[in-house]
């Protein structure tokens, strides 16, 4: 794979598949508006949990934290509530955050941080 868009589906067609395994339902995909996107939104057990996916075959853990920053973190919580409004019927949902970080040396291939940060 040539293009960072066709890693960047790759890997998210891979935490896909690692939430469904663990039991997740996929509700959507790429939701985007003008502020930021959202790479998989899924529910399990009452919580709707939106998953941030990040592939980083030559990082770190550092690296992770940086790109998983105050302002990215800032604009997917600012997304989520977008998404909220215009999905009414997960209203009364729990709300969570995680990471899927793929194939970052020093950790398992696929790397499930649940609650990864919040609002």
Known sequence: MSSTREKGV???NR????LVSKGYKIIDR???NR?????IIA???ETLVFVEVKTLPNGSPELLAHELGYSKQ???IKTAK???QKHRQYSNAYVR??????DVPGLESVHHIVSAFSE
């Open 10 to 12: 790759c890997g998210e």
């Open 35 to 39: 502020g930021g996107e959202i790479d």
């Open 82 to 84: 977008c998404y909220l």
């Open 43 to 45: 529910f399990k057990e």
């Open 97 to 102: 955050f995680d990471v899927l970080a793929l």
């Open 15 to 18: 935490a896909a598949e690692f």
């Open 30 to 32: 790429n939701f985007r």
């Open 74 to 76: 800032n604009k997917i």
